[in-house]
């Protein structure tokens, strides 16, 4: 089955390394970052760098649900003020556990590259993934990666943005999954590549919005008893047959690998 869809380019804000092959890959794989690849939420993470490892109350309350780039915008405003540098923040994102499993996952698609096309979505941000994946060996693996802009400022205080807008109703106002996936699988598609199955893991509510326009096709991987997993379940209890995906809940990434092994023997 080939895989086309509607939708605008992405604008050229990050560019993977793309490599020209005869046979182009056959699926694509997309991850969340945080507590997916991560054992951790990795903004919460950082704190660990703070004097103290503690907010003041009055950043905590100023937390609004749906608007929690613009909150950690404030978090990383007074952890610079405290002092802390990019060394400091380098150091707990290189030490954030990879979740359970996660290492296998990795190793067998090193193995099978030229299958799979590997993608990475997220709402933490550019520099923390960069540098936890990186420490881990596995950023080569991703063709692009999409997340928050982020980086330091003359004072050296981390700095960070929103990585668009949208119109979706379901997600943070600073980033639609739902809308990045459309975008570049319309990019990809333009390029002549499209894919014969699309496979999707992750844990958020976040995740749920891209997931859930997946097709019979494709495979959704959430996080077993994480926000995605809940909301599939609960969609499938309300509207049965509306979450088209084959839902595969995993405790550990081994599972994905498994599971990814036996689609490549033609088993699932």
């Known amino acids: 089955m080939k895989r086309c869809c509607q939708g605008v380019g992405l604008p050229c804000l990050f560019k993977g390394v793309g490599m020209a092959s005869p046979r182009p890959p056959r699926y694509l794989l997309v991850f969340d970052f945080d507590e997916t690849i991560v054992n951790e939420n990795s903004d919460d993470s950082i704190i660990r760098a703070l004097p103290g490892q503690a907010l003041p109350e009055h950043i905590r309350q100023s937390f609004r649900e749906g608007f929690y780039n613009e909150y950690l915008q404030r978090v990383l405003a007074y952890m610079g003020d405290q002092g802390v540098k990019m060394g400091d923040f380098k150091t707990v994102y290189e030490n954030i556990p990879l979740s359970p499993g996660m290492p296998d996952l990795f190793q067998f698609l090193s193995k099978n590259h030229e299958l ?152 699932c």
């Open 116 to 267: 799979f096309e590997i993608i990475l979505i997220s709402d933490a941000n550019m520099f923390g993934i960069e540098c936890s994946l990186r420490a881990a060996g596995f950023y080569s693996l991703f063709r692009k990666i999409f997340s928050n802009p982020s980086g330091f400022d003359k004072r050296g205080y981390f700095t960070l943005g929103p990585y668009h807008s949208h119109k979706c109703l379901d997600c943070p106002a600073n980033m639609c999954k739902r809308k990045i996936l459309r975008e570049y699988l319309a990019e990809r598609a333009q390029e002549e590549v499209e894919f014969q199955r699309l496979f999707y893991v992750g844990d958020g509510a976040n995740d749920f919005c891209p997931s859930a326009t997946l097709t019979a096709a494709d495979v959704a991987f959430p996080r077993k008893g994480y926000p995605m997993h809940r909301l599939i379940q609960e969609m499938e209890k309300k509207q049965p047959g509306a979450f088209q995906a084959t839902v595969v809940p995993w405790e550990s990434a081994a599972e994905v690998a498994r599971y990814l092994q036996d689609v490549l023997k033609k088993k």
